[in-house]
């Protein structure tokens, strides 16, 4: 018996001796009970549901905070009434200019972290696949619980600049501990169920946000924000103590054994540079097949809208809409909820029916959709109909991540999850600055005033659906049931021997 890629440790733990220890069938009858008996999928929803939740409790109040503060600190705001209190005709020009601080804040954040990730993150994946993911998933879970604690300190100290919360959200891109969580779902799941397993993965950040920023309204911005602390506390505790090794033994030696091969001959000057090198070397994963270049480039200029948009759109809504902390509450219940239904049903439903090429068609273009009526809302209720198509959008990133685990083998399931974050984050560093330039240069009326960066954002959703038109057909393919047919042999794995049973062709 011969067995494949998605872990053969996984595979041969059906037998001993020869001999199966359950029915023939290795696999579960049901997508749900495949995921929900997996070791190590469980946990990871629980963990991006916790930290939905912990952060998600605090995405209406981030803005109020900082808005505030740098009113007071930059441009001498003393009333003793928070900014968000003023309705949008009546904010004085402290607190609007307060409000423009914390957006190019935000901006400068998102360029760092998103830098960071970019350089690092294909490496941390490749690192992943060669020691495990729990380690490195720990690291990356532990910085991320650094943001909650300095907004919790900037509210306990009333002069303490919020550029102490801005850099720690900036060193969260060092580690992108969630392309390492979808590496550990590629470990342990079959491929023809990867797409819908990332998207259980996505709707535990739905049920969070759904949920979460209701608290806001109930406990108030510092309470809220010691339950966000607690929260995310919470869940680095869960992947300590629960959370398995997915990464089977004999995938991590011999991606340990490919990495040694490629330096062996190298002196130790060479070495150094070659070290120095390793995380554009990881990149070139991108460039391995045409597939893979199109998904790279549809993955950018797709993140480069919606990182733009959803960067600025709370500031946006606050400011020129009058959304309140109920208004937002009520936002992120609209997406947080469809979210869910789109992710557990709508999602491997579509890619069952329509195929994976025409699911990012779809969704890219509904994403459009949703960007031109965010232009032009003038009303609540447009913002709440423009999100819940957005919703539609969701089915995008699971469906790319998937196409890209399942042309690559075992021991690479981190670098290219990795190298995908890469791209998406070399976006994300784009993507906010260009909003927030289209913001100031339209904000006084010129076009559709400040909604005109939303038209930015849908010419990029519509070149990424034109990305997806052109994906090659072997993207729309689908996987066997058998994991041995599952994933192309990849061009660093060691020739086979020819046998009798060695297919010639």
């Given at each position: 018996t011969t067995t494949t890629t998605y872990g053969t440790d996984r595979m041969m733990e059906h037998f001993e001796g020869g001999i199966p220890t359950r029915p023939s069938v290795l696999r579960r009858k049901t997508f749900i009970e495949e995921f929900a008996y997996a070791n190590g999928p469980p946990q990871i929803v629980i963990l991006i549901m916790l930290f939905a939740f912990g952060f998600g409790s605090v995405i209406g109040v981030v803005p109020t905070i900082m808005s505030d503060r740098y009113a007071r600190i930059n441009h001498g705001y003393m009333d003793e009434k928070d900014c968000n209190n003023y309705a949008p005709q009546d904010k004085p020009q402290a607190c609007l200019d307060g409000s423009a601080d914390a957006q190019t804040a935000v901006a400068v954040e998102q360029f760092i972290s998103n830098?960071?990730?970019?350089?690092?993150?294909?490496?941390?994946?490749?690192?992943?696949?060669?020691?495990?993911?729990?380690?490195?998933?720990?690291?990356?879970?532990?910085?991320?619980?650094?943001?909650?604690?300095?907004?919790?300190?900037?509210?306990?100290?009333?002069?303490?600049?919020?550029i102490w919360y801005y850099t720690v959200g900036a060193l969260q891109g060092l580690v992108n501990w969630m392309a390492v969580a979808l590496s550990?779902?590629?470990?342990?799941?079959?491929?023809?169920?990867?797409?819908?397993?990332?998207?259980?993965?996505?709707?535990?950040?739905?049920?969070?946000?759904?949920?979460?920023?209701?608290?806001?309204?109930?406990?108030?911005?510092?309470?809220?924000?010691?339950?966000?602390?607690?929260?995310?506390?919470?869940?680095?505790?869960?992947?300590?103590?629960?959370?398995?090794?997915?990464?089977?033994?004999?995938?991590?030696?011999?991606?340990?054994?490919?990495?040694?091969?490629?330096?062996?001959?190298?002196?130790?000057?060479?070495?150094?540079?070659?070290?120095?090198?390793?995380?554009?070397?990881?990149?070139?994963?991108?460039?391995?097949?045409?597939?893979?270049?199109?998904?790279?480039?549809?993955?950018?200029?797709?993140?480069?809208?919606?990182?733009?948009?959803?960067?600025?759109?709370?500031?946006?809504?606050?400011?020129?809409?009058?959304?309140?902390?109920?208004?937002?509450?009520?936002?992120?219940?609209?997406?947080?909820?469809?979210?869910?239904?789109?992710?557990?049903?709508?999602?491997?439903?579509?890619?069952?029916?329509?195929?994976?090429?025409r699911v990012l068609i779809f969704s890219f273009a509904v994403g459009a959709m949703h960007a031109v009526l965010y232009a032009v809302a003038t009303k609540k209720f447009l913002i709440y109909v423009a999100a819940a198509l957005a919703s539609l959008l969701m089915m995008s990133f699971p469906t790319i991540s998937a196409i890209k685990s399942n042309n690559v083998n075992s021991t690479e399931q981190g670098r290219i999850q990795g190298a995908l974050y890469s791209v998406q984050a070399l976006a994300s560093s784009v993507g906010p600055s260009i909003f927030r330039v289209v913001y100031h240069y339209t904000k006084d009326g010129q076009l559709l005033g400040a909604g005109s960066m939303f038209l930015v954002a849908t010419v990029f959703y519509v070149a990424a659906s034109i990305c997806a038109y052109f994906l090659p057909p072997e993207a729309n393919s689908r996987r066997a049931e058998d994991p041995a047919e599952s994933s192309p042999p990849d061009p660093t794995d060691p020739e086979p021997e020819i046998g009798a049973d060695t297919p010639l062709i």
């Open positions: 830098g960071l990730t970019f350089l690092t993150s294909s490496m941390v994946g490749s690192l992943s696949d060669e020691y495990g993911r729990k380690g490195i998933l720990l690291l990356g879970v532990f910085l991320a619980t650094l943001s909650p604690l300095f907004l919790l300190l900037i509210q306990i100290h009333p002069h303490m600049s919020p550990a779902l590629s470990d342990v799941m079959p491929p023809q169920w990867r797409a819908a397993s990332f998207g259980m993965v996505m709707a535990g950040f739905s049920v969070g946000f759904a949920c979460a920023p209701q608290l806001a309204l109930l406990l108030g911005h510092f309470n809220v924000t010691i339950l966000s602390l607690t929260v995310v506390m919470v869940a680095f505790v869960v992947i300590l103590v629960f959370f398995p090794e997915t990464l089977p033994e004999a995938a991590a030696a011999r991606a340990q054994l490919v990495r040694l091969e490629q330096v062996a001959d190298l002196t130790g000057r060479e070495k150094y540079l070659w070290y120095m090198a390793r995380p554009f070397r990881e990149l070139s994963i991108l460039n391995r097949s045409e597939i893979f270049r199109m998904l790279s480039l549809m993955a950018f200029v797709s993140g480069i809208s919606s990182s733009g948009s959803q960067s600025l759109l709370l500031y946006y809504i606050e400011e020129r809409i009058g959304f309140d902390d109920k208004d937002i509450a009520v936002l992120f219940s609209v997406i947080g909820f469809c979210g869910i239904f789109i992710q557990v049903v709508v999602l491997k439903i579509a890619n069952d029916l329509m195929g994976e090429r």
